[in-house]
Every structure is written in C-alpha cells, then in structure tokens.
C-alpha cells in the first residue's frame, strides 16, 4: 500500500510541473482591431520530451470558442519560455473562461508511452 501511494505522489507530482503557463489569471483588453480583445500570454517547457504545444480557448462547459493567435500550435525547446498573444472577439467575451495549453507529441513509434498535460488559465 505505502508503494501504491508512493507511486502515485511521483507521478502526480511529475505532471504537474510538465510545463507552465502565466499569468494564472490572465485579463482582456482592446486590442489595435475593432470588435477584437487582447491578452498576452507566456509559456514555459519543463519537459525534454516534448516540443509542441497546442493553444485552447474554452467555455466552462470545456467547449472551444473560436481565437486567433500569433501561434494555435507553439514549437518550444526543453527549458525555454514563448510569449504569445490570444485575440477573441469581444462580443465572446463573456463566454471565455479557459486559456489552456496541451503538450502534443508527433512521434509516430507505437511502443512509446505518451503523457499528455493541460494547464490552463482561468479568466479574471
């Protein structure tokens, strides 16, 4: 039982720390575009294994609402950090709750195991 437990605090703790995201509770402004709002956000990668990151704009229900962005899919090294801006429109504003990131990994081999991780931003 206490292995059980010991191994489950390990892995836990590994994906929690996959990869960060700031700010944690991110606010939209106008931007230079009419009818369109602005938030600037930066990513961290603490996972050697993983390159690529793809942004999410969702609902509280989890749903996605349409964004644009300087970058939908993020290349970023081991140990380096990207800052990138979300654009949504104003009138779905209100319905925008998550700004989330999830680690993609493209590698085609079938005997690798993958741990994917979400971290999200809730909004202010």
């Known amino acids: 039982m206490r292995l059980l437990l010991t191994l489950i605090f390990i892995f836990s703790f590994t994906n929690s720390f996959a990869h960060e995201m700031t700010p944690a509770y991110p606010k939209f402004s106008n931007s230079y575009i009419n009818n369109v709002s602005t938030t600037k956000m930066k990513l961290f990668n603490k996972r050697e294994d ?24 993020i290349k970023l090294g081991y140990n380096k950090t990207i800052l990138f801006d979300v654009y949504v429109q104003t009138k779905d504003i209100k319905h925008v709750v998550y700004i989330c990131t999830v680690s993609k990994n493209f590698k085609q081999e079938k005997k690798v195991t993958l741990v994917a991780s979400r971290i999200c931003s809730k909004i202010d």
């Open 50 to 73: 993983i390159s690529y990151y793809k942004v999410e704009v969702l609902t509280n229900d989890w749903k996605p609402i349409a964004f644009a962005s300087t970058n939908k899919i």
